[in-house]
């Protein structure tokens, strides 16, 4: 059973930036995929960026420019370097990955609060 561990999340103002890390407990070079999500209270969960296996990178147009999607397979660990943030990406920040065999897999969450 794979496992994800977010970290990095917390209060930052406007403007400023965070890193949010998510280590897998298996090779992440063995997954299909890896995404951030992000949901806000009251909201549906949202895609923020994925990455492939392959290394290419997508972004919802909320955050791009602004975010970059990264991993480390030697760490089994993909980051999400957040810059220029915002109020309205207050959000709690969830990690996913998706398997070879199309299992889904997902973080506990971390929370990012930007204040104006």
């Known amino acids: 059973q794979v496992q994800l561990v977010e970290s990095g999340g917390g209060l930052v103002q406007a403007g400023g930036s965070l890193r949010l890390s998510c280590a897998a407990s298996g090779s992440i070079s063995s997954f299909r995929g890896m995404a951030w999500y992000r949901q806000a209270p009251g909201k549906q969960r949202d895609l923020v960026a994925t990455?492939?296996?392959?290394?290419?990178?997508y972004y919802a147009d909320s955050v791009k420019g602004r975010f970059t999607f990264s991993r480390d397979n030697a760490k089994n660990t993909v980051y999400l370097e957040m810059s220029s943030l915002k109020p309205e990406d207050t959000a709690v920040y969830f990690c996913?990955?998706?398997?070879?065999?199309?299992?889904?897999?997902w973080g506990q969450g971390t929370q990012v609060t930007v204040s104006s």
């Open positions: 996913n990955a998706i398997s070879l065999q199309l299992d889904t897999y």
């Open positions: 990455i492939n296996r392959g290394g290419s990178t």
